[in-house]
């Protein structure tokens, strides 16, 4: 037996992305920081959508977290005409950004060590920046607007 030693990142730094996702081209719009992700986040991209000056109403869906759900968000995204659209509980699977996410995951942290944080960050904005050229084919069947849905369930006592 051989022992294996695999290099893992130091420390507790945070990159964090809070994007949105146009379900039809697939467009990101995305706000990126070193931080945490607060209610002046969510309104910084509710902005940058607004500045996109689309033709058609746009509606973001949002899962419950407490920085998207406060009085602050809710006032800037009825001013610039945004709908918020929030999922239930525990529900991520309806939430194509999610999909993004695990896609972005899988193509840039999984098995792979980025010696330094500088790196990290690049790696993941590249690949952020590439969903509509490089990597379009697969996202495209990845982020259909096919859901599973259940008609007639029964839900048994256990």
Not at 50 to 64: G, K, Y
Not at 91 to 111: A, D, G, H, Q, T
Not at 114 to 135: E, M, P, R
């Amino acid at each position: 037996m051989t022992r294996l030693f695999i290099k893992a990142p130091a420390g507790r730094r945070r990159f964090n992305v809070l994007g949105a996702l146009n379900a039809i081209t697939h467009e990101l719009v995305m706000v990126a920081n070193d931080t945490y992700i607060t209610a002046e986040s969510v309104c910084a991209l509710l902005r940058q959508m607004a500045s996109l000056n689309l033709a058609v109403p746009i509606t973001l869906v949002l899962d419950n977290a407490r920085y998207q759900r406060c009085r602050i968000v809710e006032e800037l995204a009825s001013q610039l005409s945004i709908e918020l659209l929030f999922l239930p509980a525990y529900s991520p699977n309806l939430n194509l950004i999610e999909r993004l996410w695990k896609f972005v995951k899988k193509k840039v942290l999984y098995c792979k060590h980025y010696s330094d944080f500088g790196q990290f960050k690049q790696a993941i904005s590249d690949c952020l920046s590439q969903t509509s050229t490089v990597h379009a084919k697969e996202l495209d069947s990845l982020l259909t607007l096919n859901f599973q849905v259940f008609r007639e369930c029964q839900i048994v006592p256990i």
